[in-house]
């Protein structure tokens, strides 16, 4: 059974960091694609970022420069290190994996304020 948990979300204020952590059970974190979402109140769900088996990264162009993906492959977990953080980056962000079908955390809460 695939399980992801988050963890890491908290409020900082504008231009601090955060970083969130996403620990996968059922799939293997080096091999499978996994990705970062987050959803605004009012708005859709939007992919923030992504990693690849290759180790290659994809980024959404609103936070290109800012966020970075990771993953440890020993600790199965991948991270999303998020600095010079703005109001609007706030979100519910969500660890997500396609294995079969789509997987989701339960989300981890961000809010930044002014």
């Known amino acids: 059974q695939v399980q992801l948990v988050e963890s890491g979300g908290g409020l900082v204020q504008a231009g601090g960091p955060l970083r969130l952590s996403c620990a996968a059970s059922?799939?293997?974190?080096?091999?499978?694609?996994m990705d970062w979402y987050r959803q605004a109140p009012g708005k859709q769900r939007e992919l923030v970022a992504s990693?690849?088996?290759?180790?290659?990264?994809n980024y959404a162009n609103s936070v290109k420069g800012r966020f970075t993906i990771s993953r440890d492959n020993a600790k199965n977990t991948v991270y999303l290190q998020m600095n010079s953080l703005k109001p609007e980056d706030t979100a519910l962000y969500y660890c997500?994996?396609?294995?079969?079908?789509?997987?989701w955390g339960q989300g981890t809460q961000v809010t930044v304020s002014s």
């Open positions: 059922g799939i293997i974190v080096a091999i499978n694609a």
């Open positions: 997500s994996s396609l294995y079969v079908k789509r997987y």
């Open positions: 990693i690849y088996r290759s180790g290659s990264t």
